[in-house]
């Protein structure tokens, strides 16, 4: 296997161009740390750009940056800290989950997962805050999509047509993402008690009131012990982020309190606690156990996750918690991943989408990974990708069967 590592946007050029022309295909990666989600691409050469790496532009007061796409995103995290700003979506990190360090991520990989965290229910996910992109076709040619600005309009916007593509369409070598200021502080309050029914009763009134809720999860009693080194053990969670200024988190707190009251003891969480807490439930730790037992993402409606959790544990046997108000679910299965059963029960309770993002490579390679597409959205991409990537060069058969 031949592993290709350039330093510039130019080299990376030169790569797929031979590749097109040798007809070969190629893996792409940044520093690999989702290399495990999806299934297993089958290449003879790699492309790993771990080196094309480096902040090129960052404007505070413009709310604007660009990096290399094989930036470490803890690198740009650290950055953005320094002058209290913050990607806004709150991308995820999968190392832990997958068996690697802590931030070993880049700033490409996040675009081409289209990650986010415990915020996209007020904040969206990746493709909500890039704003440009450079990159390479699959057939070994340069685009441009977007800018440097906030506000531009350039007609379809390709920049975020390839998030979420994970690599499959365009090897990206330069993003430009649209930052924020980052809250002073936060407070969670956590409700004690409810089963899954009512935890979700109580996100939906919590996320309707003009409490402002960045974040809404629910952590049932077979998980919650897992959450700040056993802090939360105990009886199920609800919790509930407030972020803001002093005054108006300590305002809407106290609101969110009263409007509680019915559902159920409630214990405000401060912001040293709270923190770490939701860095948690965005990296999925409680699932983060060092094996490989599969691990499934579903999206679905948060007034319909809950009963199609019940109805899946019936049918086999799962851990589940809830994040998104209900509508991101993490389920940790102790044997086979059950893709018929889970995914029959997600179109019972009015669709949604199951990704298995933790699996050996046997089960990845057996299934399908991502969640099948109906015919007329499945002929769209193919499409697309017969555009951007006629001969199948780039990361073949990662999202499907080549």
């Known amino acids: 296997m031949t592993t290709f590592t350039p330093q510039t946007a ?3 050029l030169d790569i797929v161009r031979w590749a097109v022309s040798e007809e070969t295909p190629l893996e792409i990666l940044g520093h690999g740390s989702k290399r495990g989600i999806g299934r297993p691409v089958q290449t003879e050469h790699v492309l790993d ?9 960052y404007e505070p007061e413009e709310l604007v940056l660009s990096a ?25 990190d999968y190392c832990p989950l997958l068996g690697l360090k802590p931030g070993c991520g880049t700033i490409g990989g996040t675009l081409a997962a289209n ?27 340069v685009f441009k999509s977007g800018g440097r600005v906030v506000k531009n309009v350039t007609g379809y916007d390709l920049s975020k047509g390839l998030a979420g593509s994970w690599g499959t369409l365009a090897v990206v070598t330069d993003v430009t993402f649209k930052v924020l200021p980052a809250a ?24 309707g009131s003009s409490a402002e809720v960045s974040g809404a999860a629910h952590l049932p009693e077979g998980v919650v012990g897992r959450f700040a080194k056993g802090g939360l053990s105990g009886s199920a969670k609800t919790v509930l982020r407030i972020e803001g200024v002093g005054p108006s988190v300590a305002y809407r707190i106290d609101l969110l309190t009263r409007l509680m009251k019915p559902h159920g003891a409630a214990e405000v969480i401060e912001e040293e606690e709270s923190r770490p807490l939701w860095r948690e439930i965005r990296d999925c730790r409680p699932f983060a156990d060092g094996t490989e037992a599969p691990v499934w993402r579903v999206s679905m409606a948060p007034t319909q996750g809950h009963r199609m959790v019940d109805a899946f544990r019936r049918a086999a046997g799962a851990n589940a918690f ?3 108000q209900g509508g991101l679910i993490w389920l940790r299965m102790e044997a086979e991943p059950e893709a018929e059963v889970l995914r029959g029960l997600i179109g019972h309770f009015g669709g949604g989408h199951a990704t ?3 699996a050996t490579p046997a089960v990845r390679a057996a299934l399908a990974v991502f969640q099948p597409q109906p015919a007329a959205l499945a002929a769209l991409a193919a499409r697309l ?3 951007f990537d006629p001969k199948g060069i780039l990361n073949p058969g990662r999202m499907a069967v080549a």
């Not at 995290?77 to 209290?84: F, T």
């Not at 969206?124 to 070994?140: K, M, Y």
């Open 10 to 12: 130019p080299q990376v």
């Open 356 to 358: 298995l993002v933790r």
């Open 322 to 324: 809830y994040d998104w």
């Open 49 to 57: 750009l771990s080196k094309l790496s480096g902040v090129a532009l």
């Open 184 to 207: 002073e502080t936060e407070k969670t309050l956590a409700v004690t008690g409810l089963d899954d029914a009512e935890a979700a009763a109580a996100m939906a009134e919590a996320m």
């Open 115 to 141: 990650l986010s965290g415990p915020r996209r229910i007020k904040a969206g996910a990746a493709r909500d805050h890039v704003l440009g992109v450079l990159a390479v076709s699959g057939r070994g040619e």
């Open 385 to 387: 990708k017969e555009q």
């Open 68 to 92: 290399k796409a094989g930036t470490p995103l803890a690198e740009i995290e650290a950055l953005l800290a320094k002058h209290n700003q913050q990607l806004a979506f709150e991308p995820m």
